[in-house]
């Protein structure tokens, strides 16, 4: 949250918003409250591109045949022409990526940039001036009705909003009653524009607040008009006591000090903001660590794989609510928040130790994110044990020969770790399983015949079955026992292990399926604790009563 508030601050959030894989690892975390800065970044950093591009077309229009409009036309569209291929392209492969990219962005406005420098010799026929200015209008209302801009955003598709906009300029001041243009100034609607810019940075937070303490996902129509009934009164006040007040400071005192009060016009709201989001933050992981700190106290309430294998505690267990709860589904291992995952687009291996360092046995656990879910039972394994537990991993990766890009990179880097390291026992993937199905990866066995040679034993898990969707959002429509998922659904009814070609003699294979997904079905809740917090990555409350089937097969692997 600390780097969020900084980057907003900086007007940097799009970078930190992309850089941590929203899409990937965060789908189902609830949405930070400094999320609706990534705009206002994106705008900051245009604004200094735009600095350049006047230069540029100065220095054109100084040398050449054409004049400053002209040429900063002319460069315009050829930001407009390469960025919008790059927002097309990107958004087709990296669409989570593509929406908060500065690069996928500047096209729209670049696209601003030409209009405005146009605007002044286009002439539209009186006729069509007022049809024109609806028509905008009901482009730009009906863009979130008619298409999913969550997914398909920023590519071509952005144009239908742009092209409404444009459309409202274009039939301008008409001076008749019933244009849009007198719909657009009427005191009451240009007094809300007067303070859009406090309205934006007010009314995400205000959101997020709401959905945080009413436990909800959506607002209802009665909270969404109290939503926006707050953020129109405090959007009021911080024009009033800030951007009014500064301005007229700055009138009384021109020069420097104008400019250091329209710099604080700006920048005030934006702390305030980030300080009422923090206080939110801060509320939220309260919250969650108290959740979790109920469960780790009371095993019998919240006893999670132990009634599996424990008959008279699973007769005798009470019906609670689950947790984590919904409202705060996204229960994660630290060694994200401890920073020892590279990220998706991350190149460089992390080492992170837990446990006794001067243990006399190493683990190491790596791979992408459907290793690292296994951390919190790893972990309280090693501290029972006396291990030492050392995790490398990189989310959307394997710790495998073939990666390309960034996942190449860092595997090169784990490698020359685990070469340093020398652990005795590397716990890793033998399998993924896909939504289309369950697989081997052969660059899995090249690994683990660089491990044997140093004489590092292999304990290589098999993956687990994907559910048929985000279990948080089965939930939120139906009952718990509706949330159990088949295991075959996306499991090979065949272990696909016996394809590995002369496997070496280090690795041993292991299935643990049997206590996250008994009796061939994956249940939405065990022993009180919901299993998995997506579709296919367990809770981290989950994972940690896993801890002693997971020390057990540790020493049946290893003879320790």
């Keep these: ?30 949405p930070s409250p400094l999320q609706h800065f990534w705009s206002l970044s994106i705008q900051g950093q245009f604004y200094l591109l735009w600095i350049v591009l006047i230069g540029a077309a100065a220095l054109i229009a100084r040398r050449g045949p054409i004049r400053l409009r002209e040429a900063a036309f002319v460069l315009c569209a050829m930001v407009f022409a390469v960025s919008l291929t790059y927002a097309v392209v990107t958004t087709e492969t990296r669409q989570a990526w593509a929406y908060f990219d500065t690069g996928a962005r500047l096209w729209e406005l670049a696209l601003g940039g030409m209009f405005a420098l146009a605007l002044p010799h286009l002439k539209v026929p009186d006729a069509i001036r007022a049809p024109l200015g609806w028509i905008g209008l009901a482009a730009l209302l009906s863009c979130g009705a008619l298409f999913e801009v969550s997914m398909m955003f920023p590519g071509w598709i952005a144009l239908w909003p742009l092209a409404g906009a444009m459309c409202v300029l274009l039939a301008g001041n008409t001076g008749r009653r019933w244009a849009v243009d007198r719909l657009l100034t009427w005191p009451p609607v240009m007094r809300l524009g007067a303070w859009s810019y406090a309205l934006y940075l007010w009314h995400w937070p205000i959101l997020v607040v709401y959905l945080h303490r009413m436990g909800r996902d959506t607002a209802t129509l009665l909270g969404g008009a109290a939503i926006l009934a707050a953020a129109i009164v405090l959007a ?7 951007e009014g007040r500064v301005a007229a400071f700055a009138r009384r005192r021109p020069g420097r000090r104008w400019s250091l009060a329209t710099a604080a016009a700006f920048a005030v709201p934006v702390l305030a903001v980030t300080l009422a989001a923090q206080h939110v933050h801060a509320q939220r992981q309260d919250d969650r660590t108290a959740a979790l700190a109920e469960a780790a106290a009371d095993r019998d309430s919240y006893p999670g794989a132990a009634v599996l294998t424990d008959p008279e505690l699973a007769a005798g267990l009470a019906e609670l609510p689950f947790i984590p709860p919904l409202d705060n589904v996204r229960d994660m291992p630290v060694i994200y928040a401890d920073g020892c995952d590279a990220g998706l687009e991350g190149t460089h291996a992390t080492p992170c130790s837990y446990g006794d360092e001067d243990a006399e046995h190493t683990i190491a656990l790596v791979g992408g994110s459907r290793i690292a879910h296994w951390f919190p039972a790893f972990h309280d394994a090693a501290l029972d044990a006396g291990w030492r537990l050392v995790s490398i991993t990189k989310s959307g990766c394997q710790f495998s020969t073939g990666q390309e890009d960034s996942c190449a990179a860092w595997n090169e880097e784990a490698l020359a770790i685990l070469d340093d390291l020398r652990p005795d026992l590397v716990v890793t993937l033998s399998t993924r399983a896909f939504t289309s199905g369950e697989g081997i990866y052969e660059g899995f066995a090249d690994r ?41 659904l996306t499991r090979a009814a065949e272990d696909p292990t016996i394809g590995y070609t002369d496997p070496p003699p280090n690795v041993a294979f292991a299935d643990l399926v049997e206590y996250v997904c008994p009796a061939g079905t994956c249940p939405a809740v065990i022993g009180n604790i919901l299993t998995y917090r997506d579709h296919s990555h367990m809770t981290a409350t989950y994972a940690a009563t896993l801890a002693p089937y997971v020390e057990a097969q540790v020493r049946t692997t290893t003879g320790w």
Excluded at 459 to 468: E, S, T
């Design 1 to 30: 949250m600390f780097r969020e508030s900084i980057a907003s601050l900086l007007y940097a959030e799009n970078w930190a918003l992309a850089t941590r894989a929203v899409d990937y690892l965060s789908r189902d975390e609830a």
């Design 236 to 242: 009021a006040a911080t024009t009033w006591a800030v």
């Design 448 to 488: 683990w015949r660089t491990l044997d040679a140093w004489g590092t034993r292999v304990l290589a898990l098999r993956d687990l079955p994907r559910l048929a969707e985000p279990l948080p959002e089965c939930l939120e429509l139906h009952e718990v026992e509706e949330c159990t998922t088949p295991v075959g």
